[in-house]
């Protein structure tokens, strides 16, 4: 997590930027945030207010791969299996089961012999 001083000086610019686009508008109110000891008072514009709405419910986190279609939860791994109910979600997480339920192990790969081949060292020169 950023610190309380970085989330902070983050709100206050954005306030600033959209505040300095429309300077006359009236205050609607006032958001008090705090973060471990440290508070910060904004005040609140329409603008100001109208654009942290619109860009906190823009913000997509990378980590959000969508609902499981079984359960509806929302925490899908990496290969879209769902660690509520443990189903693979979606097309994409059907089509890894699949493979996966198809994987043969392979056999072991034979050692290269210790003499000769191509990048052995020819001693008897």
Do not use: K, W
Not at 19 to 48: C, I, K
Not at 54 to 70: F, I, N, Q, V
Not at 103 to 124: F, L, M
């Amino acid at each position: 997590m950023s610190a309380p001083d970085d989330v902070l000086a983050a709100l206050r610019d954005f306030v600033a930027r959209v505040d300095a686009l429309d300077p006359a508008a009236p205050p609607q109110g006032e958001m008090v945030v705090g973060l471990r000891g440290v508070e910060s008072r904004l005040a609140l514009s329409a603008p100001v207010a109208r654009a942290l709405v619109e860009a906190l419910r823009a913000y997509h986190d990378p980590r959000d791969r969508g609902r499981c279609d079984h359960c509806g939860g929302r925490r899908l791994d990496d290969n879209f299996l769902c660690r509520d109910c443990g189903r693979p979600s979606g097309l994409f997480g059907q089509l890894i089961s699949e493979r996966a339920a198809r994987h043969t192990e392979q056999g072991a790969v034979a050692a290269a012999p210790v003499a000769g081949g191509r990048h052995a060292r020819d001693d008897g020169r």
